[in-house]
């Protein structure tokens, strides 16, 4: 909200208004930082654009000292740093900026092409030098990378060629495609390094982090150093700690279900069980007496979902019993149990961005390791110890995130997992900047870049070698948008609904709010009741379609607002 210079009340909007009442929470913060005499990064670029534009004399004082601007990485700017900048640099707009629109991957941040693209109107009068050798990679690359790019529409027309220098190298640029890439990307380091390539001058990088659990897990097996992308915290995420109980729950003793897990496993896919319930079914030690419990509840409703919770459990424990290694027990708890959809549609799925690990990506880590302890009784523990007793090498094969290793340069270079649903990643919105972010990751090689696809292959993988048509229309964004072309969400003059879902949709907002002590707008603004009223959701999903519901307001209310829609409705 600072640095891309939007309103709080506009992202909380966005966001499905996962944090409450987040234009407070933002005032706040800013109000405490100035009391303590405080600054973060952020504040530092708000601050000074708030001074520059309300006082002239600090204005005129910054402009006399920044005669001339140099910025660096100009495509990583964000909205606040652009402002600054012609802050700073005022009607002489002296700016002096160095960047590559293609190398643009940042855009969660505030990132974009469009201030190299339109930096002549941006900084009026100003001219442009293209850079068009790429001295570090070898031909083949720097043709293919050339090839990817041309399928993107919104970049600065430029031809870039490797250096004349360079001896043609076959095999620069290779890929491989298996059902296996973390097997495959692991056999490519240990042949570079049995060929004598030192293990530092190998990089394994892929899209996020998560992925990078199968390349660090089994290098650690074979003996092969390498630093350490993925330690204990992991399994503190939500879906591992889910996918880990499950697993506990369906290898336990009968008559000893842990109750921690259970509570975690009732819980996630998320059941509508009410706290209450679940507290009661932690205490009891053993299916049959959940299903008991399940017979003795007053409400069908309470009921159902235990009996199912118990039907799941009882289905995963049969696979076990009759010897199921840990991946076709995870496989069934994803699909099967229903916690993969959960993890997509409902914790992800306010997601606008991909700066980090989906829940989904770190359910498909673990099947990327499960090969390694089969043992399903064994496999949370092991994975434990796994973790904790890796050792990061410096010295070793270097695994990250393209993210962070923009600017940087190995020998080799592996791109792994370039597979569908990773690159492009399934939950981004802007295929051409996860185009440039395989761009990068191509790109980071001095001498060959491997690229291990999984199946089915990226689509990107075809494009380093297929031109691109200029004549096919531009696709549209691959996940569901709330705002416009402009960037700006939507917005218009909310009538008040009428009718008697609206009116005992607002009378349960207001003893919502008088028993929360919050205004009653933190519960549900004005217009999500009146989308609520005309759209008459019927489902979760249809819930999360409604501006202003997160998945953390359909886990709050869901069920309530659920069941008076259906009680007020219209028969």
């Known amino acids: 909200t600072r640095l891309g210079l939007r309103s709080p009340e506009v992202v909380e909007q966005e966001f499905g208004g996962d944090v409450r009442d987040f234009p407070t929470v933002v005032a706040g913060y800013r109000k405490a930082l100035a009391r303590h005499g405080l600054l973060d990064f952020d504040e530092q670029i708000l601050g000074a654009i708030e001074i520059l534009c309300r006082d002239p004399e600090a204005r005129a004082a910054a402009r006399r000292a920044c005669q001339v601007v140099l910025v660096d990485e100009f495509q990583d700017l964000t909205p606040a740093h652009v402002l600054l900048v012609r802050l700073l640099a005022g009607p002489e707009a002296n700016v002096f900026g160095v960047g590559d629109d293609d190398q643009t991957i940042y855009g969660y941040a505030g990132a974009s092409p469009a201030w190299l693209i339109d930096y002549a109107d941006l900084f009026p009068g100003s001219g442009s030098h293209d850079l068009t050798v790429n001295y570090r990679c070898a031909a083949p690359v720097v043709d293919g990378a050339r090839t990817l790019l041309g399928h993107n529409r919104h ?20 890929l491989v495609s298996g059902p296996d890439p973390t097997a495959l990307t692991c056999d490519a380091v240990q042949a570079l390094v049995d060929d004598g390539v030192p293990p530092s001058d190998i990089a394994v990088l892929t899209r996020v982090n998560a992925t990078l659990l199968g390349p660090a897990l089994s290098l650690d097996a074979s003996g092969m150093a390498s630093t350490k992308p993925v330690d204990l915290r992991f399994l503190e995420r939500t879906g591992v700690s889910a996918v880990l109980s499950w697993l506990r729950l369906a290898t336990a003793p009968e008559q000893r279900l842990p109750g921690r897990d259970l509570g975690v496993a009732v819980r996630r896919p998320p059941r509508g069980v009410r706290p209450n319930l679940v507290d009661w079914i932690v205490e009891k030690p053993s299916l049959r007496e959940i299903a008991a419990l399940a017979n003795r509840l007053n409400s069908e409703k309470d009921q159902v979902r235990v009996e199912d919770f118990v ?20 496989v069934a708890i994803r699909d099967i149990v229903g916690l993969g959809s959960a993890l997509d549609n409902r914790l992800d799925a306010s997601r606008r961005s991909v700066d980090r690990s989906a829940h989904g990506d770190d359910v498909a880590a673990l099947l990327a390791v499960a090969a390694l302890e089969p043992d399903a009784e064994r496999f949370p523990s092991w994975l434990a110890e796994r973790l904790e007793h890796s050792v990061h090498d410096p010295a070793g094969v270097q695994l990250s995130t393209t993210h962070r290793v923009k600017g940087r340069e190995w020998p080799h270079v ?5 597979t569908t649903g990773l690159f492009p990643h399934r939950l981004a919105s802007d295929v051409e900047e996860e185009r440039r972010v ?16 999984g199946v089915p292959a990226s689509p990107f993988v075809e494009q380093l070698h297929t031109e691109a048509d200029p004549e096919a229309p531009e696709p549209e964004p691959v996940a569901p948008q709330r705002s416009d072309s402009s960037g700006e969400v939507r917005t218009k003059k909310v009538e008040r609904p009428e009718g008697p879902v609206a009116d005992a949709l607002r009378t349960w907002r207001f003893e919502k709010a008088r028993a929360a002590k919050m205004p009653a707008y933190v519960i549900f603004s004005d217009a999500t009741l009146a989308q609520l009223a005309e759209r008459l959701p019927s489902d979760e999903r249809a819930l999360l379609r409604i501006s202003g519901i997160g998945p953390v307001k359909v886990e709050r209310y869901g069920e309530e607002i659920l069941a008076i829609i259906a009680e007020h409705r219209d028969p």
């Open 311 to 330: 039907a799941d459990l009882e289905q995963l424990r049969a696979l076990a019993e009759g010897g199921a290694e840990t991946a076709k027990l995870i």
């Open 438 to 453: 395989f761009h990068v990751a191509v790109t980071r090689s001095s001498q060959r870049t491997l690229v291990v696809a």
């Open 155 to 174: 970049r600065i027309a430029k031809t870039i060629h490797s250096s004349a220098q360079r001896e043609p190298e076959d095999g620069a640029l290779d």
């Open 414 to 418: 592996i791109v792994h997992d370039a």
